[in-house]
């Protein structure tokens, strides 16, 4: 295996005692499961967004999948995204049988961009799902006269961004529903994890519902106080069984709930980096001020511009490659990059709207010009995490302007 200088990354963040405690401390309580420190992360993730409501959930994938449940997406319906994402971002809407309208992004932030989107509109159109690439936010208020002007729902997947702001507001508060993931790699972990934040009190309780399996919908109490030849038990009233049960359905219109829930393990590691989640989010904006400094000025390399607005939390750290200055293509900047550096490239990421699944569909090379000419020529994500060291971030530097030199023939 490969020992890099700087691999792409380890755990994001450098845990320590606190988070120890935090967990040594769960695991003597009572229960390990649906207790008080699950309810405490999401009462301090809901104040530190702004947010009424935040559930915590397993994943930011199952929290997206509460999403698409709560807004009752499914067949015919039609959701406009961006291409520039992780995968995952489309699955719900792909196993609910949404039909999925890529639009194009802006080449610098990576971000959908709002002309493209509302190109796309028809009248099956039902709700819109931005992502935060890399930490920093969407253009929103665009998007969001769109929403309003067509009636559509706002669905943000902040994975990338807790923390992060627009216009001064935390996202995930903007649109209906915000969806956050504490993966190991995120800019705060709860190892796996993540959260469904809304402000509507009718999402919320749903949500609520849907993340724990329960069911939803037109619930009918049975009539009869018998089961068979059986009366009601008497643990008719233990909640489980009543909801398994009691209950007859008035008509098929009901949605079945699902185990979404975070552990209070995950919750006791979350209230600890919770703590620290702007403290993190400074240090990567340190780190990135670092290597804009170092590469500013290189031939051949950009860097993202600067929005005052909507300022990033540098989940990833993106510079863009000029192939026709620097007299090679990307690929051999990155395999240098990698193999004489020691830098470890991992691209985030592949337009979306060019994996099997989407092209079996009819999603086509050219769909989304922008995205596939950034990806393909110009976009490069260097490692970032808040425990890079000096001499890492040096070296950051220092290899790219070194791999930029020995490819425009300034070196051998
Ligand atoms: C944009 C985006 N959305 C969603 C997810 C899924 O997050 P999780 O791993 O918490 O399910 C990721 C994971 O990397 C992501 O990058």
Redesign the pocket.
Known sequence: MTQYVVPYAGVSNPLGADEINAVTDALTRDTLAMGPLGREFERRFADLLGARHAQATS???TA?FLAAQVLELGPGDEVITTPQ??W??TWPLQARGCTIRFADIDPDSLNLDPDSVEALVTPRTKSIWV?HHGGRAVDLDPIMAIATKYGLSVVE?C??APGATYKGRRVGTIGDIGCF?F?SLKNMTTG?G?AFVTNDDAYAEKARELGTIHTWGALVERDSDRIGPYRQPAYYRDPHVRSAFSKSYRDDRYLIGNNYRMSEISAALGLAQLAKLDQLNARRQEIARRLDDGLTGVPGITLQRARPEAPSVYHLYTIFYDAAVVGAPKDDFIKLLEQVEGIEIVLRYFPIHLLPEFRALGHRFGECPVAEKVYFEQQIQLPIYTHLTEDQINHLITGVRRTADTLSGKKP
Do not use: N
């Open positions: 994943s930011c994938t997206l994402t992780f995952v971002t992502v997947d994975a990338h993931s993966h796996e993540g």
